[in-house]
């Protein structure tokens, strides 16, 4: 038996272990110490997203319409991957502006305006209040279908039971006592709440555990596995139908809206902008969110289809409620431990919701609706109070049972008569409302306060008209005619085919008529309106939010007088002393600033207290209470923008000053690496005049020492001595060219040249070199060629230098050098080919750099210098020709070079 002191029991322990999870996250933070900076925590957050809607409601769903269900995840998962850049720019907008809500930052976005807040929130709480009755009816439902254990009925209506006869009421008033726990202890600068963050990761862990616990007992132990169950589902007609995906249009335009809603809703959900945003302790979580939460949301929902499969089979007659098969399923088969798992882990889906929405909810009330009244009242004289702390504390708690009152309220005359999915989308449907003025507004600086709030009022209005009024005809709390001929009986204004538009279900047609008439106007107020200087402040800073990153002290847009007492003294009424000493304390550690001093005027320090402002009371209210304390003149739109102006120019000659240092520290490596390449050069020259010069002394001492020496053996001598001065000449010449053709100081002899002429000439010159290494020479000229303008002497020397090159890489067993002269389009191209062992990609890329080795000999190859290929390369380049290398590693080397056939008119005669 499953007794229901022992649900109660086991309900109070858990939400108690929620509690110590929030008291140690908020302790740990005190000190420093978060525990919830951590990317996977981040992610599990996010996953407050799955409600009692995702636990109870998608099976209800998959068990009405198939893989339809799937839409509501599709589009969190597009969002998060595919838009985390705007994730990213919200993320890093919150933060440099201390944003702490959505409405907070709708209305800072539009020059900081209290009215536009407002809107947002009564949006945002309307919307919401459907959301909130789904979590309650969820809780209700199970925890009256546990009560009866072990048997299963319908539950019966409650709309008739006494408000203190209904146990959704006393779920709603134990649920606000434990928000209030968990999110109104104190009152945060920062608005940030790292124990409930913490309790809700926690939360996101057991959900999971449930129902992953409940699908595989169901899935692998009631049937044997997967296959077994979609054999069984496929017997039945009616299920077999829920295997197949829509065909038409009408479906597909329901799956389109039902995506399009979940994407906005994973932003603009106030519980979601308050975990995902506002609570994000690091942007850079993001980074893993984006596959960590998809992955969390394919785990949660792998088992949907296997339960509504089971439900539909095991209770397809029974009437009892889709929505509850997780739950009767376990039940049926008397699984007491299961059971309990479920109801905790349905409960926790649901607490989770209720507890971050209400909080993120009574912080906009307090913030941006009751704030701005009570500091417009001159008789509550507000700012002249001690402690407001508790009085906005107080706000917010009273915020909470509202809200939650409200939901209760419409879950007793209207939310039993709808599934938790329909009820779900109509809160879906309300927040999309926010999305052109805030993602149009951090993209475009044209968007105004007035389209902004033009647009809020027509989109909502809309979506009020088309699904708030008929959920409460459906409920019969207005008429019925309302919804089948409209009001005063004008069929072309009936809700659900508003203006004739009869093709889509009735969430596919509030979207399309809201999201219309909100972009619209949205648009046309924007372009039509002009806005006030405070707005094209704000424009600036959030659609450029990268480009004042860091300088948002520098950046302050403000000018006037303020005395640091009265700002103190002020920041103590809502922060309280230490916070305020704190806080003041590391903003004159940053700024350098000596507190006694008098400071009578600061902008930056002005700037900081309001943004410290903002984090408890809201951006809207905290500009109130800042001009109420300081004497501040009014900046005209021109100033503001010669501002935003010099801010710009200064943040680009800052990029100016880095890049020019950068190009110091390039210039630094570069002389670096050309004195090091002088020391190569010097080390290679010398290396090169070293080796002749050795065998010219030793030969002239044996001379010398042994006078006998046969005449042949004398003759064979002053051979190799000969030859040896011969190099030692070449290399000489070599080195005083290359210094020539560095410095510009080449006298160059242009004259017409044939190229066959010149091909000829150092073939010949080079003749003794190849027969003395047995090299086997190819030559292959055409006939005649046309001439060309270029100095002869400089280009037979680049010749001579390729093919000595050719000879020293050759084969030394069977050496082949192949020489080719021949047409290439309107340019001659001479190549000359070794047969050596070629050359590798990388020693390609290099191989013409001055000073280089051609050949490394750390990798057992021939030595050889750069020098040689160097001087050709710039002979060849004054020719307005190109040197290029081609190789395969092991089968010789080609270098080559083309030469253009029409006159070198441009080439100097030095």
């Not at 434990?178 to 600068?189: K, Q």
């Not at 449930?210 to 009616?238: C, H, M, R």
């Not at 003041?584 to 400071?599: F, K, V």
């Not at 004259?751 to 010159?765: F, K």
Request: proline letters at 4%; aromatic letters at 10%; charged letters at 15%.
């Amino acid at each position: 038996m499953l007794a229901t002191e022992t649900v109660i029991f086991v309900s109070l322990c858990y939400i108690g272990v929620l509690f110590g999870i929030a008291y140690y996250g908020d302790k740990r933070a005190d000190i420093g110490r978060s525990i919830i900076s951590n990317p996977y925590i981040y992610a599990l957050s996010l996953a407050v997203y799955c409600t009692a809607w995702t636990f109870y409601g998608s099976v209800g769903r998959a068990a009405s319409a198939g893989p339809a269900f799937l839409t509501i995840y599709l589009g969190p998962t597009l969002m998060v991957t595919l838009g985390w850049l705007v994730l990213k720019k919200i993320v890093r907008i919150s933060k440099i502006h201390r944003i702490t809500s959505i409405a907070d930052f709708i209305g800072s976005r539009y020059g900081k305006s209290m009215t536009l807040g407002g809107v947002v929130t009564v949006i945002a709480v309307l919307g919401i209040i459907p959301y909130i009755s789904l979590q309650l009816k969820a809780i209700s439902s199970s925890f009256l279908l546990i009560h009866q254990y072990p048997s299963l009925k319908p539950l019966s209506s409650q709309s008739s039971i006494g408000l203190w006869s209904d146990t959704t009421f006393y779920v709603a008033l134990f649920l606000a006592v434990f928000a209030i726990l968990f999110g109104t202890r104190n009152l945060e600068a920062t608005e940030r709440h790292e124990g409930l963050v913490a309790a809700i990761a926690f939360e996101s862990i057991v959900k999971l555990v449930a129902f992953l616990a409940v699908g595989t007992f169901i899935t692998f132990f009631i049937y044997n596995g997967f296959a077994d169950l979609s054999q069984k589902a496929l017997s039945s007609p009616e299920l077999r139908l829920l295997m197949t995906l829509p065909k038409d249009a009408g479906a597909f335009s329901s799956w389109f809206a039902h995506i399009f809603l979940s994407m906005m809703a994973i932003v603009f959900l106030p519980r979601q902008f308050q975990v995902m945003v506002v609570e994000n302790v690091n942007e850079a979580h993001l980074n893993k969110a984006i596959w960590l939460f998809p992955l969390y949301l394919v785990a949660i929902n792998i088992f949907v289809l296997p339960v509504a499969f089971a439900g539909m089979l095991s209770f397809g007659s029974s009437g009892l409620d889709a929505d509850m098969f997780v739950l009767t399923l376990p039940m049926a088969n008397k699984q007491v431990f299961l059971t309990l798992l479920v109801f905790i882990g349905g409960m926790s889906a649901a607490t989770g919701m209720v507890i971050v929405e209400t909080v993120a909810l009574s912080t906009m009330i307090c913030n941006d609706l009751v704030m701005p009244v009570l500091l417009h009242m001159p008789s509550l004289k507000l700012a002249q109070r001690e402690d407001l702390s508790s009085i906005l504390l107080s706000i917010r708690r009273l915020g909470i049972i509202l809200v939650l009152l409200m939901g209760y309220a419409y879950f007793h005359y209207a939310g039993e008569y709808y599934t938790l999915v329909s009820i779900g989308l109509t809160s879906f449907a309300a927040v999309a409302q926010f999305a052109p003025a805030l993602l149009i507004g951090i993209f475009w600086k044209g968007g105004t306060r007035t389209g902004a709030l033009l647009g809020l009022v027509a989109g909502f209005s809309v979506w009020f008209y088309t699904l708030f009024l008929p959920s409460l005809a459906g409920a019969g709390l207005i008429p019925q005619d309302f919804l089948e001929h409209g009001p005063f009986g004008i069929d072309f204004l009936k809700p659900f085919e508003l203006f004739g538009l009869d093709a889509f279900d009735r969430i596919t047609h509030a979207v399309f008529w809201s999201m219309l008439a909100n972009l619209g106007c949205y648009v046309a107020g924007s372009l039509f309106s002009r806005p006030s200087a405070m707005e094209h402040t704000q424009a600036a800073m959030f659609v450029d939010v990268y480009r004042y990153v860091g300088r948002v002290h520098d950046s302050s847009v403000w000018r006037g007088t303020a005395y640091l007492p009265d700002l103190v003294s002020m920041l103590e009424r809502f922060l309280g002393r230490e916070r305020t000493e704190a806080a003041l304390d590391n903003y004159a550690m940053d700024y350098g600033i000596n507190w006694d001093q008098s400071l009578t005027r600061d902008p930056g320090l002005v700037n900081h207290i309001e943004k410290l402002l903002a984090g408890a009371i809201g951006s809207a209210s905290a500009r109130v209470m800042v001009a109420s304390v300081v004497k501040e003149e009014p900046l005209g739109i021109e100033e503001v923008m010669d501002i935003l102006n010099e801010t710009r120019q200064a943040i680009v000659y800052s990029r100016e000053l880095e890049r020019a240092s950068a190009e110091l520290r390039a210039a630094n490596q570069r002389l670096q690496e050309l004195d090091r390449l002088k020391d190569e050069f010097i080390s290679t020259v010398s290396h090169e005049l070293r080796t002749p010069l050795t065998a010219i002394r030793s030969l002239a001492e044996i001379l010398h020492d042994y006078p006998d020496t046969t005449p042949d053996r004398q003759r064979e001598f002053s051979s190799i001595i000969i030859r040896e001065t011969q190099r030692l000449t070449r290399l000489i010449t070599q080195v005083l060219d290359f210094q020539k053709l560095e410095s510009g100081r080449m006298r160059w002899a242009i004259t017409t040249v044939d190229l066959r002429d010149v091909v000829e000439e150092a073939v010949s010159a080079t003749g003794q070199l190849v027969a003395d290494k047995r090299i086997r020479m190819q030559v292959n000229l055409p006939d005649a060629s046309r001439p060309i303008l270029g100095d002869r002497d400089q280009l037979i020397q680049a010749m001579v230098n390729l093919i000595s090159n050719a000879v020293k890489f050759c084969d030394p067993d069977r050496g082949q050098i192949e020489i080719r002269l021949e047409y290439v389009a309107d340019r001659l191209r001479v190549s000359v080919k070794d047969n050596g062992i070629g050359i590798s990609e990388a020693d390609q890329k290099q191989i013409f750099n001055k000073f280089q080795q051609v050949m490394d000999p750390t990798r057992g190859r021939p030595p050889g210098t750069g020098l040689g290929l160097s001087i050709t390369r710039q002979i060849i380049r004054h020719h307005h020709g190109e040197l290029k290398v081609g190789s395969t590693p092991g089968k010789g080397a080609t270098f080559y070079f083309s030469m253009p056939l029409k006159p070198i008119s441009a080439i100097p005669a030095q």
